[in-house]
Each structure stands twice: as structure tokens, then as C-alpha cells.
């Protein structure tokens, strides 16, 4: 912890004496030299666009203020050629010539060294769309300017970035290394800095040290672009590059579910199937879906046609716990390809839903006195965050059970929260037992709500005078929820698993108080009609 804290003081000096040198006349001269006159490669991108996106960027072109990243990057070209036309190749290139013209020197924003490094890759694998058939004038704009970047680029890297964007920022070297007659030398500088950051960033079993399944879907693009630049440009493929590749490809393939969407931990939303699909196809992987990942700390037990997710991992070190959610041991429960219990989500750029989302109570499992199980300081790191998590697990032919725990709220009130989970019948019988243990003497009352998130398809009504619930899946199936130790209520909530529209549904809470050392709360969910 002391080094991790240690070094991230250290890059931030960095970053702030580096901001003051780049920021003078002198830094921008030292920019200049010779021009390239074309690319000797081009790499092709093959990752599915979205015509509609394009429509709408040519009815209303890209303004690049300094909060629309998704626009300085330029990913956007990528829809742009999917819409194809005239209309759409004059968009890309006045989009090319306004940014060029609106920032010529470097700028804190748009030349961060990850939002430079895609800029380049699009600007290197979309060049034959809108460049190609310009005019002189535009090529020589063109290139002087991405000449420029690409010398600030390999001077920054690898300061000013960590995790999945530093990755990202290497893989802009590696395209303009490439691609550019005599820049071996960025490549070189590129596949030294990634053997570095592939051992640091992914884990034995390809999950990212930050857990996010989001997060390792941006790292196996960047590694399969990699690969396809280095093919394009007729370089050999190292061997740990593949093996790295098939890795995170298989992590990847344990997070998606039966309806081809992700589960919803940790900066995740369902995602867009036709990329995934298109990611997974292009890693080759094959084999049965792993049903753990030791290293990454998840759990995915299923029976029959029911899958259990379960987020069972110590928190990450703080180098990579940025907006990583406060809740060790959440679950997601899902039958055939309907979701039931599922997590919020998070939002796709809103920070506001991002930091709301990111809190123990939009999850399913445990809090305590209203607090999160991890706490989340003013720069997004975690500051108090669970120290020790157990995991056990059996199975049977028919059945299978988990039981994991964390101290995430020992440092308050002593507490430590052990789950046990059991899956059977099939998978339609899944029974929780919530157990709070003090082993300093709880010398204070605290109130505990454990909640249910459901999906918002998934209708539901409180029976038995509201001792119980039953819940209706679209396709038919019906679920019946059952508890002990606590008192039971139907509360609203809201999904953000899909898009930047929040949808409404609502949530089972289980409500109760621990007074002694000792606390439980049990609870099933089994179909109904079996």
C-alpha cells in the first residue's frame, strides 16, 4: 500500500514539472523536424461502426471543447466510414483540419498521452477514408501535425497515464512507429514499454489488476490492434503478445453472459454484442468458459440453465482502484438469458451516475449503518477498503456451494460480512445466508439492509401480507423470494446497464438491526411450479 501511494505521489510531481516544460515556446519548437511525406503502411481497422452515429455526426459535426473526449480521440471516424459517402468523408476531414487548427501546440487535454495515442491510431488506420484523395495543403497540415504528436507522445510515454490508458497510449506509438518510413525506434520504444505494462496490468488468469471487465475489454482491443499493426507492417509477433491475447480473451468470455451481455461490475454496462463479438473472434479463443478467476477474484457457479456471478476479490491496490465500486462480495443472478438480480451499473460518461453507482447500496449484497464498504476519497481512490477476503467453494453433481467474506467494515464497528451461497435443484433452488460477526465487542446498535436489485423486465409483488415476493421473468417463469431475520420491503431503484438512459425498476431490502457480536439474515429465491 505505502509503495503503491508512494508511486502515485511521485508520477503526480512528474506530471506537474512535465505540464510546465511542455507548456513553452521552446518545447514547441523542439516538436518540429522533418515532415513524412505518406504512410508506407496503413493498418486496417476492422472493428464494427455505427451509421447511425455517422448520420448524426454530418448533421452535426464534432466541436472539440475540452470535456469531449470521445471527439479528440477521433474514434468517431470509425462511424464516419461506416455511413460512407461524400458528405461523410468532408465531415472527417474538416473535423481533421478544425482540431489541427484549434490545438497546433501541446494542451494538458487533448495531447494526455492516452487521447493522443488513439487520436494517432485513428488518424494512421482512417487516413485512406478521408486523407487520401485530399489535397496537398491538407497533407502537408495533416502530417506536420501528427509528426508532432508523435514526437510528444514518445517523450511523454510513459508519464502522465496508468492503467488501461497508458496501454492505449502505447498502442498509438506502436501505429505511428509503424507506419512512418524510419520511426523504428517509437516502435521499439512501444514494445519495450508494453512487455512492462502487460506483466504489471494483467493477472496470471487475464483479468486487469482492476477488475473491470470494462476495463479488459479496452486492453484486449489495444492488444489486438497491436498485433495488427505489427502484421501490417510484416514484424514478428512475439509469443507473449498471443499468450497475453488468449488470456484476457478467455477472462473476457467469463464476465458475458447467455444473453451476450457483460455482467455488471465494477464501470461496466452490458456492452455492445456486435464488438464483443468481433473481439472474441478475432482473439480465436476456444474452450469451455472458465467458471472462476482465481487471480482476478470472481466466482461463476451454474446449474442447469442458472448462472451465479460473484464478486469475490480483495479490492485493488490503489494504482488501479480509480472508480472501482465499493462492493466486495455483490452478486448477479441470472436464468437461460433473462436477467433477475443485477447490479446498477454505471453510466457511460455522466460522472455524477458514475460516482452514485459506484456506491455499496447500488449492489447486491450488505451494508451496514448506510455506510459503503469501502470508501471512496475525493480523488476516486478507495481509502478504507477490505483487507482480507476468504473464498471456499464445493461442488456436487447437483449442487454447488460458496462461501466468501470481507472486513471491509471492520475499521468502523469491528464487523466483518460472510456470505454463503448455494445453487441446486437444477438451478432453481438459490439459497444466501448473510452472517455479521464482532470480534471486539459490538458496543453500539447498527441497522443492516441488504438489497436485491432487480431487473427492470422482471415484474414483481410482496404476497404473504409482505413477508415474501413473487417475481414473473418475461419469458413466463416465476420465482418465488423467501427470508428470515429481517423485515422485507419493495423499494425503487434504477438500472444503468445498457446506454445513458437510466430505466426505473425496483428492489427487494431486507432490513434489520445487530445488537449483540452476532447477526444473520437468511433468504432463498426458488422457481416456482417445478
Not at 511542455?22 to 519548437?29: D, I, P, Q
Not at 478507495?382 to 456451494?401: D, F, H, I, M, Y
Not at 438459490?430 to 422482471?458: A, K, M, Q, Y
Request: charged residues 25%; hydrophobic residues 40%; glycine residues 8%.
Amino acid at each position: 500500500m505505502l509503495e503503491a501511494v508512494s508511486r502515485h505521489l511521485i508520477q503526480h510531481i512528474r506530471d506537474k514539472a512535465g505540464h510546465m516544460a511542455y507548456n513553452t515556446s521552446v518545447y514547441h519548437w523542439s516538436l518540429g523536424g522533418n515532415v513524412p511525406e505518406g504512410f508506407i503502411v496503413t493498418p486496417v481497422d476492422s472493428w464494427p461502426g455505427h451509421t447511425e452515429a455517422g448520420r448524426f455526426l454530418c448533421e452535426a459535426p464534432p466541436v472539440f471543447d475540452r470535456t469531449a473526449s470521445d471527439y479528440h480521440d477521433f474514434g468517431f471516424l470509425r462511424d464516419l466510414k461506416t455511413l460512407g459517402g461524400d458528405q461523410a468523408r468532408r465531415i472527417a476531414r474538416q473535423s481533421v483540419e478544425d482540431w489541427i487548427a484549434a490545438y497546433p501546440v501541446w494542451d494538458s487535454f487533448s495531447w494526455n498521452p492516452d487521447i493522443l495515442g488513439n487520436r494517432l491510431m485513428h488518424w494512421v488506420v482512417f487516413y485512406d477514408f478521408f486523407g487520401a484523395s485530399a489535397d496537398e495543403s491538407f497533407q502537408d497540415l495533416f502530417f506536420a501535425s501528427l509528426a508532432r504528436q508523435a514526437r510528444h507522445l514518445s517523450r511523454a510515454l510513459p508519464h502522465g497515464v496508468e492503467s488501461t490508458e497508458l496501454l492505449e497510449g502505447i498502442r498509438g506509438l506502436v501505429f505511428v512507429g509503424v507506419s512512418l518510413q524510419g520511426r523504428q525506434s517509437w516502435l521499439t520504444q512501444a514494445m519495450d514499454l508494453l512487455e512492462t505494462e502487460v506483466e504489471r496490468q494483467i493477472l496470471a488468469d487475464g483479468c486487469h489488476r482492476s477488475r473491470s471487465p470494462a476495463a479488459l475489454t479496452r486492453i484486449l482491443q489495444s492488444l489486438l490492434d497491436i498485433r495488427t499493426a505489427l502484421l501490417a507492417g510484416r514484424y514478428p509477433i512475439p509469443a507473449p503478445l498471443d499468450q497475453t491475447i488468449d488470456r484476457t480473451a478467455r477472462a473476457l468470455r467469463f464476465f458475458r453472459y447467455p444473453d451476450k451481455g457483460f455482467a455488471l461490475f465494477h464501470g461496466t454496462q452490458e456492452g455492445d454484442i456486435a464488438f464483443v463479438d468481433a473481439l472474441l473472434t478475432r482473439s480465436n479463443v476456444k474452450g469451455r468458459v472458465l467458471s472462476r478467476l482465481q487471480h482476478g477474484g470472481y466466482e461463476r457457479l451454474t446449474q442447469g440453465r442458472s448462472l451465479l456471478m460473484v464478486d469475490a476479490g480483495a479490492p485493488p491496490r490503489t494504482l488501479f482502484d480509480k472508480g472501482v465500486h465499493a462492493a466486495p462480495l455483490a452478486f448477479e443472478f441470472i436464468y437461460g438469458k433473462e436477467r433477475i438480480f443485477v447490479n446498477c451499473g454505471t453510466h457511460p460518461f455522466d460522472s455524477v451516475w458514475q460516482d452514485a453507482l459506484r456506491a455499496t447500496a447500488a449492489h447486491n449484497t450488505l451494508t451496514i449503518d448506510h455506510r459503503n464498504a469501502c470508501e471512496i476519497d475525493g480523488q476516486g481512490h478507495l481509502s478504507r477498503k477490505a483487507r482480507k477476503v476468504t473464498l471456499s467453494r464445493e461442488e456436487t453433481p447437483g449442487a454447488q456451494l460458496l462461501e466468501v467474506s470481507h472486513d471491509g467494515y471492520v475499521p468502523l464497528n469491528g464487523v466483518t460480512h460472510r456470505r454463503r451461497f448455494y445453487l441446486g435443484n437444477l438451478g432453481h433452488d438459490l439459497r444466501g445466508e448473510e452472517t455479521l460477526t464482532c470480534s471486539v465487542g459490538l458496543n453500539r446498535t447498527v441497522d443492516i439492509h441488504l438489497r436485491f436489485h432487480l431487473h427492470p423486465r422482471v415484474q414483481i409483488s410482496l404476497i404473504r401480507e409482505g413477508t415474501e415476493a413473487l417475481l414473473r421473468l418475461p419469458g413466463g417463469a416465476g420465482w418465488r423470494f423467501f427470508h428470515s431475520g429481517g423485515d422485507l420491503s419493495l423499494e425503487n431503484s434504477i438500472y444503468l446497464g445498457q446506454d445513458s438512459r437510466p430505466r426505473k425498476t425496483k428492489q427487494l431490502v431486507v432490513t434489520g438491526t445487530m445488537d449483540s457480536d452476532r447477526a444473520q439474515i437468511k433468504w432463498a429465491l426458488q422457481r416456482e411450479g417445478i
